[in-house]
């Protein structure tokens, strides 16, 4: 939680900046406006509570994602070589559901991370959940229609 904080005050710093000088901005004075930025990710790469937190929640994430994955190729295998549908398929919208949520919590980040906006990672965040959601929902009711004689 602190490592977000952190970020959330350099980026919010950042665009302030670069919107405030938009119209005027040259190279140089985009490289100064990205200093907060680069001090937020040096201390959280030399502070090991702040890289911790940080790399816990990434690897969190992508260990659900590809869990979301597996079981959907698990479901998919089991369509072809066993009469589990119904509990490949559950297991699968289960994993994928929890996988595009880890996701999204890691990529919402990211958003704020990179835009400094809350409309920004609130828009992305709708977007990647709705998206993880649908992914399971339908292959959900795949499941329930194979089942259909």
Same mark, same amino acid.
């Given at each position: +939680? #602190? #490592?977000? +904080?952190v970020?959330?005050?350099?980026?919010? #710093?950042?665009?302030?900046?670069?919107?405030?000088?938009?119209p005027? /901005?040259g190279?140089?004075?985009?490289?100064n406006? +990205?200093a907060?930025?680069?001090r937020?990710?040096? *201390?959280? +790469?030399?502070?090991?509570v702040?890289?911790?937190? &940080?790399?816990?929640?990434?690897? /969190?994430?992508?260990? !659900?994602?590809?869990?979301?994955f !597996? %079981?959907?190729?698990?479901?998919f295998?089991? *369509?072809?070589?066993?009469?589990?549908?119904?509990?490949?398929?559950?297991?699968a919208?289960v994993f994928?559901?929890a996988g595009f949520?880890? @996701?999204? @919590?890691? /990529?919402a980040? @990211? %958003?704020?991370?990179?835009?400094?906006? &809350?409309?920004?990672? %609130?828009?992305?965040?709708?977007?990647? /959940? %709705?998206?993880?959601?649908?992914?399971?929902?339908?292959?959900?009711?795949?499941?329930?229609? #194979?089942?259909?004689?």
């Amino acid at each position: +939680m #602190s #490592s977000i +904080m952190v970020i959330w005050r350099s980026s919010a #710093s950042l665009f302030v900046t670069l919107e405030a000088r938009a119209p005027t /901005l040259g190279k140089p004075a985009i490289i100064n406006a +990205m200093a907060p930025a680069k001090r937020a990710i040096h *201390t959280i +790469m030399r502070d090991p509570v702040y890289a911790a937190d &940080f790399f816990a929640a990434a690897f /969190l994430a992508a260990g !659900f994602f590809a869990a979301g994955f !597996f %079981a959907a190729a698990f479901f998919f295998t089991a *369509t072809f070589f066993t009469a589990t549908f119904l509990a490949a398929g559950f297991l699968a919208a289960v994993f994928l559901a929890a996988g595009f949520l880890a @996701a999204t @919590a890691f /990529l919402a980040a @990211a %958003a704020f991370f990179l835009t400094g906006t &809350f409309f920004a990672t %609130a828009f992305l965040t709708a977007v990647f /959940l %709705a998206a993880g959601f649908f992914a399971a929902a339908f292959l959900t009711v795949f499941v329930f229609i #194979s089942q259909v004689p």
